[in-house]
């Protein structure tokens, strides 16, 4: 298969075979199948925009954030509050006065892919970005983005601070081939949780959807996708945070959305 199969390319929502926006097919009144990412990967290349990108690239706009929640069978195991609610962004040299080991961080911005990192002391954090696990300094891994601490976006237990570091820590330089993961959010939360979910491969694709992904419309309207795996459904979560809420609503719906005007 080669080079053809080393990415698939996402389908949008349109081309799921549904005609219903809320996710409900009106035939047999069952949420959409997610789109399976078995051989693509974000691998943060559209975050990394260097010293090319201006401030204006990199503004984030609380109310672009697309709100969700994410359910194993009947568990909520992952859940944005709506509109953004506890999630106040910090730029990085505050950020350090609010986070301490063992940590999730995350660093955002419009049109880019959420970046994750584990904090792991003395200003620095060890992340997935590029295809290897790296040590480097806060500032320098926000790239310039504002960020947040996220311990509580998954609903797992989290292993004690001193593991969450030894866990990251022991899989720096890693590289390529050597990776168990496809992004740096998968990477960080298997750090703090242990949990093989977020591993690539850690779950069997055996046709069951056991993972939904609800997104929040307006008017407590919701859009549901089901996923095999929760390495999947994150791989859509992360496309949704990318594009921002009202390309995702334009997606749902069919309609344009006007993006919010300037955030002061």
Not at 36 to 51: A, C, H, R, V
Not at 113 to 134: C, I
Not at 225 to 239: G, N, P, V, Y
Request: with cysteine.
């Amino acid at each position: 298969m080669g080079n053809q199969v080393d990415k698939l390319s996402h389908l949008s929502y349109a081309e799921v075979p549904t005609a219903d926006p809320n996710g409900l097919d009106a035939e047999d009144d069952g949420p959409r199948i997610g789109v399976s990412y078995i051989f693509s990967t974000d691998d943060d290349e559209l975050e990394d925009n260097g010293d090319a990108a201006s401030d204006e690239d990199k503004r984030y706009d609380p109310r672009n954030e697309v709100d969700c929640a994410v359910f194993h069978r009947d568990e909520c195991v992952y859940e944005k509050p709506l509109g953004g609610a506890d999630l106040d962004t910090h730029p990085p040299e505050n950020l350090l006065n609010t986070c301490k080991p063992g940590d999730l961080l995350e660093f955002v911005a419009a049109g880019q892919y959420p970046h994750w990192a584990v904090y792991v002391g003395d200003f620095q954090v060890v992340h997935l970005h590029r295809a290897e696990v790296k040590n480097t300094f806060l500032a320098e891994a926000s790239q310039g983005r504002r960020g947040r601490v996220v311990n509580h976006l998954y609903k797992f237990k989290a292993l004690g601070p001193d593991v969450v570091v030894q866990n990251a820590m022991e899989q720096v330089g890693a590289k390529d081939r050597e990776l168990s993961w496809r992004n740096s959010e998968c990477f960080a939360a298997w750090c703090r949780f242990g949990r093989r979910e977020f591993k690539t491969g850690g779950e069997i694709r055996i046709g069951k959807q056991p993972y939904r992904l609800k997104v929040l419309l307006a008017d407590k309207q919701q859009h549901v996708l089901e996923f095999q795996s929760l390495e999947d459904l994150i791989m859509e979560k992360r496309r949704n945070d990318q594009i921002g809420r009202a390309a995702v609503l334009q997606e749902l719906t069919g309609r344009p959305v006007n993006p919010p005007g300037p955030f002061r």
